[in-house]
């Protein structure tokens, strides 16, 4: 492994630099911190553009199987320059972005999350992992939803945002190319007269969540074929979206899985 110790380095200044979003956008790259997140993006040597050791805490991640070519040992000052969190964990990398095909991910049976300009990180984040563990074939997000890339939100997906297909600023074309491959668009909001439960959703399934403020648009809203509610006690007047998202991706999970079993 090489060492580096300035600031002026051309690679700790690159990843250093993609704490801001129009420095992610040019290079196409992210940072991920944290053992278990890099453990994540050794998993993808295609996407592993680099990686940073705290020499303080290098023995913590000897069994780490490292590129030797792109490995790289910093001291803590550097680590802490690098990193947004305000204590690393000793360990972080540089990761391109993913790319997905939009024509292969709708041409498979399966559920899709459309997201209406969802602005918290952490929710944003939830959904990905959440879209990662239940079977999700992809996540979309409409234009004005927070950046999937950002630290904040790389954190909260614990790896997801190196392994769920997503696609971000999704036009209408993309939209009426959905429901020209048979998808059924399904928006859940709180006035909806169905519960999540009693529906029986098609193989190709999208469900829209909308923003925390404003819910699903009118334009999104003309487009679906029906809406759902999770029912909940009078007293509370709303779910989280990440938690709404999750409850309603668990029921598609049980129906996909139910319908498996009995093939």
């Not at 801001?20 to 040019?26: A, E, I, L, Q, S």
């Not at 993808?44 to 490292?66: M, T």
């Not at 041409?107 to 899709?112: D, I, S, V």
Request: charged residues 25%.
């Amino acid at each position: 492994m090489k060492v580096i110790g300035s600031k002026d380095n051309k690679l700790i200044k690159l990843a250093a630099s993609l704490k801001h979003k129009k420095y992610r956008d040019v290079e196409r790259l992210f940072l991920v911190e944290g053992g278990r997140a890099v453990t994540e993006a050794l998993r993808k040597p295609e996407l592993l553009a680099a990686v940073f050791l705290d020499e303080s805490g290098i023995e913590e991640y000897y069994n780490f199987e490292l590129p030797s070519g792109e490995s790289y040992v910093i001291n803590t000052q550097l680590m802490r320059h690098i990193c947004c969190t305000e204590n690393p964990q000793g360990i972080a990398a540089i990761v391109k972005n993913p790319v997905w095909l939009w024509e292969e991910v709708i041409a498979r049976q399966g559920h899709l999350v459309l997201l209406d300009r969802i602005s918290d990180p952490g929710n944003l984040g939830s959904i990905l992992r959440t879209c990662w563990a239940l079977g999700g074939e992809g996540l979309a997000l409409m234009r004005g939803s927070v950046d999937p890339f950002s630290p904040k939100v790389v954190r909260s997906t614990m790896g997801a945002i190196m392994n769920m297909p997503l696609f971000r600023d999704v036009s209408e074309q993309e939209l009426d190319n959905l429901q020209g491959q048979g998808y059924c668009f399904w928006g859940a909001t709180g006035d909806a007269a169905e519960n999540y439960f009693e529906v029986k959703y098609p193989s190709k399934s999208l469900l829209i969540f909308g923003s925390e403020a404003d819910g699903i648009s009118d334009g999104l809203r003309k487009r679906c074929r029906g809406f759902i509610k999770i029912p909940m006690k009078s007293q509370v007047d709303s779910l989280n979206v990440a938690a709404a998202c999750a409850i309603i991706l668990a029921e598609l999970w049980r129906q996909r899985q139910e319908e498996i079993r009995l093939a």
